[in-house]
């Protein structure tokens, strides 16, 4: 009988340690993994490429991420970059490397 007395409240402190709630849930708070660019990203006319259900928008040579094409805009780590980024129907490209195009020029 004793022994019920003293399992009971140390079961109930135990059960409520294991509840968790994240954070900030729904304000964008959280920490969210957004997967890498391709090598290469080539763009249409408008700075937007969209991957893996993430919008990606590139802007004086730095990306930004977000789940919505009208934001809210995260800046996308270094790590994530893709090596070069072409744009369709612009010579040479912006922000591709620029020895490697008067390369394909000659």
Not at 9 to 30: D, I, M, Q, W, Y
Not at 36 to 54: F, K
């Amino acid at each position: 009988m004793y022994r019920m007395l003293i399992v009971v409240p140390l079961t109930a402190l135990l059960l409520n340690a294991c509840v968790v709630s994240p954070a900030g849930h729904g304000r964008g708070h959280g920490m969210v993994v957004v997967p890498a660019l391709p090598v290469i990203v080539e763009l249409d006319v408008e700075p937007y490429y969209y991957q893996g259900g993430y919008y990606y928008f590139y802007d004086n040579d730095s990306w930004r991420y977000s789940q919505s094409r009208s934001g809210p805009w995260t800046d996308l780590p270094r790590s994530h970059y893709p090596k070069e980024t072409k744009f369709k129907g612009r010579a040479g490209g912006r922000g591709g490397n620029q020895d490697n195009d008067r390369h394909d020029r000659r």
